[in-house]
């Protein structure tokens, strides 16, 4: 096999440590590929990564070639003290210049604590966010000659790419947690908001029913009951909404009829757009007669998008248009619900598929359209918005079938 020029194999090897973060999420790793790299690369007989966290604690240590357990733990301990003595003598900042590891005299100092048959090696500082945390350590070239400057420009080529790799994982995982305690954050806050409401609701119930028994009056206890039961089971629906969207398993599915869905959903938010003269035409087209589907969850889908849109109208002449037709070509159902109310922002437009995000002023718990969408993609379907403020907007739900 022809051997590669010096240039194609620097860059082959930053390549392979590059590439090693598509799939690697752990810097242990990426530092054990950089030193089996670094020992092709400079043809080295065996290499050693020794790594610290922020406290200067020894954390790991890692060796190409296999060293009994014994062995490893002495080398380890003798090369952590000289570490320390480097560090306490000369101070972070001045153990991360690379010209200082490459001096005989520091060379000197860690040979010895290699073992015996040691006759040159290449050391080099890994600094993470200029603070120096692992040291990258080649021992013998395979040739019985020196390491030469180009080895030593190599390595130190190659630590810095892994410091780049290493640190670039730390950021992006430190960005995960950080996103990860907002939604937790905004999560906590919206069922305390939701249920601070319910609570309040039972307790003017239950000052209410006080009222009705002390003056005997039954028609204000049972008014005052009416209000207990309705917060009740708030708490219930909410609770069967946080496990539907928290649950993993498969929903169950079974063959339904479309048309009478839509016009039995169509149905129940009548009496809600009636009370607030809202205009509301439903149109069904080429449906076919049945369909595999989670009945209960395309029904409660379609519904809140129709509530929602209910609630958005706020002006004379409001009108919904709920249409859903099938088309052959595509395969597809799509179910469209528009409405010319009070439209969304574009900032409103990235959240509200957030469970709990709602601008609701009672009653919502911002859970329906993070369930809307958890049950179309559980249909392998889609679900768009299109709105503009002041002007209305359109969900359009896409189901295959
Ligand atoms: N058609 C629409 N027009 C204007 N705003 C809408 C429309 N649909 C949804 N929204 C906005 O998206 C938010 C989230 O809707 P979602 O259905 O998830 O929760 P909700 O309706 O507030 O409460 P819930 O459905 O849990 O009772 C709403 O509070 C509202 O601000
Ligand atoms: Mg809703």
């Not at 496990?243 to 398993?249: A, G, I, M, V």
């Amino acid at each position: 096999m022809r051997k590669r020029s010096p240039e194609k194999r620097i860059l082959k090897s930053l390549l392979d440590i590059s590439n090693f973060t598509n799939f690697v999420e752990n810097p242990g790793l990426i530092l054990s590929l950089l030193i089996e790299k670094c020992v092709l690369l400079t043809e080295a007989e065996w290499g050693v990564i020794i790594s610290y966290d922020s406290a200067l604690s020894l954390d790991d240590i890692q060796v190409t070639k296999v060293l009994s357990d014994k062995k490893k733990s002495e080398m380890s301990s003798l090369l952590d003290k000289k570490i320390k003595t480097l560090v306490d003598a000369r101070g972070y900042n001045a153990v991360l210049t690379e010209d200082l590891w490459m001096k005989d005299d520091t060379k000197k100092i860690f040979k010895g604590s290699l073992g015996k048959g040691v006759r040159d090696i290449l050391l080099c500082p890994i600094e993470k966010k200029g603070r120096f945390l692992d040291i990258a350590i080649a021992v013998n070239k395979k040739s019985k000659a020196d390491f030469k400057k180009i080895d030593q420009k190599n390595f130190s080529i190659m630590c810095r790419e892994a410091a780049i790799v290493v640190e670039n994982i730390n950021l992006f995982k430190e960005k995960l947690n950080t996103e990860r305690m907002a939604a937790i954050g905004q999560t906590i806050a919206g069922i305390s908001h939701y249920v601070k409401n319910i609570l309040q609701g039972i307790s003017t119930g239950s000052y209410l029913i006080n009222i009705g028994i002390k003056e005997k009056e039954i028609s204000t206890v049972k008014e005052a009951w009416e209000v207990v039961s309705k917060n009740t089971d708030r708490i219930s629906d909410l609770v069967m909404d946080m496990l539907y969207y928290s649950r993993e398993k498969k929903p169950k599915m079974q063959d339904c009829e479309p048309k009478a869905l839509i016009e039995d959903v169509a149905q129940l938010i009548r009496p809600k757009a009636e009370k607030k003269n809202i205009k509301l035409n439903v149109s069904v087209k080429n449906l076919p007669s049945y369909i595999c589907a989670n009945e209960k969850g395309i029904h409660r889908s379609i519904l809140n998008l129709l509530s929602n849109a209910a609630d958005a109208c706020d002006k004379k002449n409001s009108l919904i248009n709920l249409k859903a037709v099938f088309a052959q070509e595509t395969g597809l159902i799509k179910i469209s619900i528009s409405d010319n109310g009070k439209g969304m922002s574009k900032e409103d437009l990235k959240r509200i598929f957030q469970p709990f995000y709602t601008k609701a002023k009672r009653e919502g718990t911002g859970l329906g359209l993070a369930i809307t969408k958890k049950v179309v993609e559980e249909h392998n379907g889609s679900i768009k918005v299109d709105s503009e403020l002041g002007k209305g907007t359109t969900f359009e739900i896409s189901l295959p079938c």
